[in-house]
């Protein structure tokens, strides 16, 4: 499989297809919640900080791995060393764990979509909708299905392509959309106090929690840490610019999220007057929310529908990623063929899936270090996993194959300008941030245990 790889035509097809990946629920869902929550705009600028150092050494990193050895994830750490392939399979594990509860999100924007199609634009503005529609036993669960099926039977049929051509025309729409719907909301009564929240640092809310929010908020939003970057470094042409493409995929990752952001983060102080509780309301943040901004709009059902759609396949193309990532580890270490393997991924998606999306609903009450199922899935995965694997992989080039390796790579198809900070990144300021990060992050999860 790995020998006839496949390699994308020119730099934009690269950077749109890596875009296409990184760009999704994490930028427009969960970028959101997050920057409510951990302090508006301390964490804006801690994640564009991480963004500009961090995001930019390890996307680097993990494209010219993938490029340099033309592997994925487990090839590529295996061919260069072998005592450190299981980073590779740490790496692996992720997507398996993210493409269910990701499903479950994916199912919320169907429902939601399905809402405004049927004219229920009024009702899902309504305070309770959100709540009463996550805690019903079954009805999250088929539209998890609808979601996770769609996705399954187009990794299944491998028609991809034409969702992901059709998506790169739905993306400039749904920047276009965002950025239109941020400037309305922006301009709503009592939103001002909203955005100056958003925007303006407040130095008191820093914590070490809010660093570790935003680094894996950072990994997960730009599909770093879980092997997916290395896998399209290998597919990537000799001569595009690596560094370069890099830059452009940065831009528009956190350009998509800082607008989804100014369009949900402001609404919450017009609509709920901006209360520590309203901004801490979590993963349901965006569905609460803009219900209501459409219902003041003119014209608001047919925006609603049209963002819904976008943010739909905004949702696919990501977890079409996910999942054909993980479909493709099976079937090459079970050497089943991909139908089976596709068949075992959706089962076990569909497994997880439920109970995340449960943990929002009856099994509200079963708490896991303190958490809902649901948020304890994505706390492994983005505050404990991704934080690992960086570090290894950091580890690794800068001290292992050694940071040359990649600047080689980098440099054979471009100029490397931030060839100083990458190296930098790599060996010292990257593995010292998150050791210490993780260590109090995980020491404070296990307080909360405690209590
Ligand atoms: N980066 C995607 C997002 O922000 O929604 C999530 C994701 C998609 C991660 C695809 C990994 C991946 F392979």
């Known amino acids: 499989m790995e020998k006839n790889r496949s390699s994308f035509t020119g730099k934009l097809g690269f950077v749109l297809a890596a875009a296409g990946s990184a760009v999704g629920l994490g930028n427009i869902w969960r970028f959101p919640y997050l920057a409510a929550k951990y302090g508006g705009g301390i964490f804006l600028l801690v994640y564009i900080i991480l963004a500009v150092t961090f995001g930019f050494a390890l996307m680097t990193a993990e494209i010219g791995l993938g490029r340099k050895t033309g592997l994925s994830a487990i090839g590529a750490f295996n061919k260069l060393n072998k005592k450190f392939t299981f980073i590779g399979y740490l790496a692996a594990i992720i997507p398996a764990i993210i493409l269910p509860y990701y499903s479950v999100i994916g199912g919320w924007v169907t429902k939601y979509l399905a809402v405004y199609v049927t004219g229920g634009g009024h009702e899902a503005a309504g305070k309770t909708f959100f709540d009463d529609f996550i805690s019903k036993p079954f009805e999250p669960l ?17 028609v991809e392509k034409g969702i992901e051509k059709v998506s ?8 276009v959309l965002s950025v239109g719907i941020a400037i309305y909301a922006a301009f709503l009564p009592g939103a001002w106090e909203g955005v100056v929240y958003y925007i303006k640092p407040d130095f008191s809310k820093f914590s070490a929690t809010t660093v ?18 290395i896998t399209y470094g290998s597919y990537m042409k000799k001569d595009v610019s690596i560094e370069s493409s890099v830059t452009q995929i940065e831009l ?12 949900i983060i402001p609404s919450v102080f017009v609509f709920s007057g901006g209360t520590p509780e309203a901004l801490g309301k979590g993963a349901g943040l965006m569905f609460e ?14 925006v609603g529908i049209t963002f819904f759609i976008l943010v739909l396949f905004a949702a696919l193309t990501s977890s079409i990623s996910l999942m054909e990532t993980v479909v493709s580890i099976v079937c090459d270490k079970l050497k089943i063929d991909r139908k089976l393997s596709c068949l075992i991924v959706f089962l076990f998606s569909l497994a997880l899936g439920t109970v995340s999306s449960l943990g929002k609903g009856a099994l509200s009450g079963v708490k896991v270090l303190g958490m809902d199922l649901f948020d304890f899935f994505d706390f492994a ?52 941030c998150i050791v210490l990060i993780l260590v109090s992050s995980v020491l404070d999860a296990f307080g909360i245990f405690k209590i």
Request: positive net charge.
């Open 381 to 432: 995965s983005n505050s404990v996993l991704m934080p690992i694997v960086a570090l290894l992989t950091c580890i690794f080039i800068g001290f292992i194959v050694k940071p040359q390796l990649i600047i080689d790579e980098v440099e054979s198809s471009g100029k490397f300008k931030r060839k100083k900070i990458f190296v930098f990144v790599i060996k010292y300021l990257a593995p010292i």
């Open 142 to 158: 088929v539209w998890l299905l609808i979601f996770i099926g769609a996705t399954a039977v187009i990794v299944l049929l491998g």
């Open 168 to 175: 790169k025309i739905m993306m400039p729409i749904l920047v």
């Open 212 to 229: 570790l929010a935003a680094m894996g908020q950072l990994f997960y939003s730009m599909s770093l840490a879980m092997g997916i970057m």
């Open 252 to 263: 528009f990752d956190t350009g998509i999220a800082f607008f989804a952001g100014l369009m």
């Open 289 to 302: 929310t803009l219900p209501k901004v459409f219902e003041t709009m003119p014209g608001g059902t047919f």
